[in-house]
């Protein structure tokens, strides 16, 4: 069994070891064994987990997220279709979270647009809309 210890495995996944303590502790990580001399011993198997969760995480999923889905990699009985839920549930909130930015950007552009540098900034439309009643 080809082994690696913690700052090899850390470097390999492009990971801070704290980063593997953190996932560790979170359980996403086996305790690995030890070596007679008391290093912690990671596999490939390790590493792989490593790529699971970073790109688990690039998509936006959460570490609890992570761990669910980690745990359906394992049962080979299992359907793709939780799966596949929890990744339409994810894919939905990142919309969600487009339109929100959408909008968001829609009124910074209006709010720019009214801006002029020249004004003092007690007279500043964008500072004075922060302050307004009416929903921005």
Request: with cysteine; hydrophobic share 35%.
């Amino acid at each position: 069994m080809n082994t690696m210890t913690r700052g090899e495995l850390a470097k390999r996944c492009g990971v801070n070891i704290e980063t593997l303590r953190y996932y560790e502790k979170k359980n996403l990580l086996d305790p690995p064994p030890r070596s007679d001399a008391g290093y912690r011993l990671y596999s490939s198997e390790d590493m792989l987990k490593i790529r699971f969760i970073k790109n688990a995480k690039r998509l936006g999923f959460a570490l609890k997220e992570i761990a669910e889905l980690m745990k359906l990699r394992v049962r080979k009985k299992t359907s793709c279709e939780s799966v596949l839920t929890k990744a339409r549930k994810k894919r939905d909130e990142v919309d969600n979270k487009i339109k929100a930015l959408q909008s968001m950007k829609k009124v910074l552009d209006q709010l720019v647009g009214k801006c002029e540098r020249s004004v003092p900034t007690e007279d500043c439309p964008i500072l004075a809309s922060f302050e307004s009643t009416t929903k921005i």
